[in-house]
């Protein structure tokens, strides 16, 4: 366990680092929690690099833990929800249409199997965020209008306010975003793009803008400004 968790953080900085210590984890115990918990650095990897590969092995860990865990158990869920979305995603871009059906159809279904918790922010984000990479934008905004505002929470609510901005609905987004201020630099900065965008003059957001560089010291909103 010291090399799985030790492995755990040292990949949110340095994956190949990470990977090998979970490796060894892996090595000495081989159970279906360190898979999970090795297919999550391995994704987050495969992201990086655009390797199919990369995310073909964190799928390879999902499906060795799948027969020891129940159907709805919600970090299996999570993990063939997200890489399966991804898997199809590249390899559509490989040019692996047979693969990109196959990988479509398993995220769908872990997609589907995560709206069995209404009362979860969790599966509602991991659902949401499924749908998109799949290239069902629509879908996804759909099933985001039917969740009540008190259970979008501020992952939920950018992804909310991102998708009525994509529609032109600017002041519906910036309504949307407002419930995100003071979250983080990232957040802010889409606020006050739509504030900006709704008000016509830049001029007139310099208060608000000053206040939040005054705050977070620049970052993404550097990128913005």
Known sequence: DEHLFKGQAIGIVDPI????????????????????VRAGTRADQAVDSGRLADMEQAL??????????????????????????????????????????RYLAEANEAGERLERFPESPDALFSRIAQLEICGEDEKAFRFMEQIPPA????????????????????????EAYSGLKGANDYFEAMRLTALTELLGEPERIKPELDACYERFKGGVLELYS
């Open 17 to 36: 680092e990470g990977l090998r210590l979970m490796d060894r984890s892996i090595q000495l115990r081989d159970t279906p929690f360190s898979r999970l």
């Open 60 to 101: 390879e860990d999902l499906n060795a833990a799948r027969p020891f865990l129940a159907k709805d158990n919600l970090s299996l869920l999570f993990g063939l929800a997200g890489s399966y979305a991804q898997a199809a995603r590249l390899a559509g871009e490989a040019g692996r249409q047979a693969d990109r059906e």
């Open 151 to 174: 259970r979008r929470r501020l992952a939920i609510l950018a992804r909310w306010g991102n998708a009525l901005y994509r529609r032109g609905r600017v002041q519906d987004a910036f």
